[in-house]
């Protein structure tokens, strides 16, 4: 019986074997899809209903990344008698924070939009009042922390009344559970360090 031969593919140079594995950097910046834009998605919402949610959801995602950041600020800066405690603490409230951003930045993408990332962007958009780049008193760390909180608490039953409104359940459950729950959470830990009796004073 014949046996079938496989032909071989043709000799090449060094030049066209290096060609097929080289990176090709000749690209040109160009934006696929706009800030603010929605790519359409068979989610059963309509485009108007994303873009609201969406809208909402990148606001409080600035305002996240920013209490995210200032988390990470006073875990680094802070000092005195409570420092190891909130040390430990302001990490914690910090990785929970950056699961936020990742559960509202994904929210975001999935409802074909894009979300806000950037910290030029992020500090253009975000509502919470810029801390100063020195140190401040652990007191007024936790403060300026609670007020931040506040404002994204505020911010969520807000939004999620919204969404509420517009049909949109998944991003309501998103302020509702996520944010709203986390943020209420940490404000309780972060507050009971100014009662009358702490050691934290500015
Ligand atoms: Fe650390």
Not at 30 to 57: D, F, M, W
Not at 177 to 183: A, Y
Request: with cysteine.
């Amino acid at each position: 019986m014949a046996t079938k031969s496989i032909a071989k593919k043709p000799a090449r140079s060094t030049a066209e074997k290096t060609a097929e594995v080289m990176p090709n950097l000749q690209q040109y910046p160009h934006e696929t899809q706009r800030y603010g834009e929605i790519v359409k998605l068979p989610n059963g919402l309509s485009e108007k209903v994303c873009k609201e949610s969406v809208a909402l959801l990148n606001q409080c995602l600035a305002d996240t990344i920013t209490l995210r950041d200032m988390y990470k600020k006073h875990h680094w800066q802070v000092v005195g008698p409570t420092f190891n405690q909130l040390h430990l603490m302001y990490d914690q409230h910090f990785l929970a924070q950056v699961e936020l951003v990742d559960i509202l930045a994904e929210r975001i993408q999935l409802l074909g939009g894009i979300a806000i990332a950037m910290a030029a962007d992020v500090a253009e958009t975000t509502r919470i009042a810029r801390p100063p780049r020195g140190r401040e008193p652990a007191a007024v760390q936790i403060k300026r922390l609670a007020e931040a909180h506040e404002l994204i608490i505020i911010e969520a039953r807000d939004a999620a009344e919204k969404v509420d409104e517009t049909g949109d359940s998944g991003t309501n459950d998103v302020f509702v559970s996520n944010i709203l729950r986390t943020n209420e959470l940490q404000v309780w830990f972060l507050t009971e360090h100014l009662v009358a009796s702490s050691p934290v004073k500015s």
